[in-house]
């Protein structure tokens, strides 16, 4: 989403200007190019040999540097974004004042590109009036605020003032500036990861999912503007947006109840998770104890929620599955595309070469209700979650 982006960072002095090494590396990471403005006070804190290494380019600090003094002016016609982070009361104070006395500072008052700064400070300080003005002057001139954090401060105190964490910067600036709408204005369901299903108090019965692909996909289609609705299953994964509606559920039937109350309002739907086809008939409330003997646990058949969504899909709807498969993978996915209703399945054969649970990475063929088939080798499940919704999002221009 940041490729080729060009961005200046602009570094200021406080403490949690180390963080700063992180998010350069995450917007290097993320394909952004990317500029290091330094105030002079913000090099006793990082050095700006770690900074120009990483960034690739040289560290800006002095209004006058080799020479020159319009570094300022092509900077700010040059990027596409400025991030100051951290920002301290003084550069705060500067910037709503409209002082120059650094580069960083002649950098911002001639910028062309939306601005936002990611504040770091001791709680007293956050809170004191002149600050909070400052702040409002800042906003009133579109500056773009990112809260700070509460938790504990370098001063020892326990509070409100810290940096906000490097990935939510970075997370905070895709979801602001860098957006697509290929999706915009529809909203989308999507399930992942496993379901459980208990047996007694200790213990349950799961599969191997990792939900991976689910997230991928959620993370993917929210890139490209859509409104997402994740229902996950039992996972430890993390989602990189906070404005992804999250659900997490346990067993199919709590799975099956949250997609029921939603599915009417949804565009399209994704039902990517591993699913427990059955589940104890009856859970024992004491934990089981062992004896000499073998015992035996009666299933009893769980919601097809994919089928229940097929048998009720509205017009405008469009309906996606997944078929996982370990033999006779084209057949069987065709199946559950027709008995299940479904505009789209995503066939994922597990073999020797390909064993998609738990892993980064997947092999699938996208089959539709016309039969045309749209085969994606190996690759991350990020990419996959890319193109696939890059595909959909050229069925919906295309009105296929
Ligand atoms: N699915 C579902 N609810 C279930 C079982 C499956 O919504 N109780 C969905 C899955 O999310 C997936 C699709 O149905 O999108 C196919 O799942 P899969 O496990 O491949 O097949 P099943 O339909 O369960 O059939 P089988 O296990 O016999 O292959």
């Not at 009856?282 to 035996?296: L, N, P, V």
């Not at 009893?300 to 929620?305: A, F, L, N, R, S």
């Not at 089959?367 to 045309?372: A, H, P, Q, T, Y």
């Amino acid at each position: 989403m940041l490729k080729n982006k060009k961005i200046i960072l602009g570094i200021t002095g406080g403490i949690a200007a180390y963080k700063c090494i992180y998010l350069l590396r995450l917007l290097v990471t993320e394909g952004a190019v990317v500029k290091v403005i330094m105030t002079p006070n913000a090099t006793n804190f990082v050095s700006p040999l770690v900074l120009s290494t990483l960034s690739k380019n040289a560290v800006g600090i002095h209004l006058i540097e080799n020479n020159s003094w319009e570094n300022h002016i092509h900077l700010a016609h040059w990027a596409d974004l400025f991030i100051v982070a951290p920002l301290t009361c003084n550069t705060l104070s500067k910037m709503a004042q409209g002082s120059c006395d650094n580069l960083l500072l002649a950098t911002f008052l001639s910028i062309k590109c939306p601005v936002v700064v990611a504040p770091a400070m001791d709680e007293d300080m956050w809170f004191n009036d002149a600050v909070q003005q400052n702040f409002k002057l800042i906003k009133e001139r579109q500056v773009l605020v990112i809260p700070v954090n509460v938790g504990e401060l370098a001063s020892g105190i326990y509070g409100h003032g810290r940096l906000a964490e490097p990935e939510q910067i970075l997370s905070y600036i895709k979801n602001k500036f860098f957006r697509t709408t290929e999706f915009l204005n529809k909203k989308i369901l999507i399930t992942c990861g496993p379901t459980k299903e208990k047996i007694d108090p200790v213990r349950y019965i799961s599969n191997y999912s990792s939900g991976k692909m689910g997230f991928a996909l959620a993370e993917s289609f929210y890139e490209k503007g859509a409104d997402v609705f994740l229902i996950s299953g039992t996972n430890l994964l993390n989602l990189k947006y906070n404005d992804i509606h999250f659900t997490y559920t346990e067993s199919a039937e709590d799975m099956f109840l949250k997609c029921k109350s939603l599915a009417k309002e949804m565009d399209y739907l994704i039902l990517s998770a591993a699913v427990a086809d059955y589940k104890p008939t009856e859970i024992a409330t004491q934990k089981m104890k062992k004896d000499s003997t073998d015992i035996h646990i009666q299933l009893t058949k769980t919601q097809d929620i994919l089928l229940y969504l097929g048998q009720h899909k509205l017009e405008h709807q469009t309906l996606i599955g997944f078929a996982l498969e370990t033999n006779n993978g084209f057949d069987n996915a065709t199946k559950k595309l027709k008995n299940k209703n479904l505009d789209y399945i995503i066939l994922n054969e597990i073999s020797n070469q390909n064993q998609c649970f738990q892993s980064d990475e997947n092999e699938v063929t996208m089959i539709s209700k016309n039969f045309e088939t749209q085969t994606y080798p190996k690759q991350s499940k990020k990419e996959l979650a890319h193109k696939i919704t890059l595909y959909l999002a050229h069925k919906i221009s295309h009105k296929l």
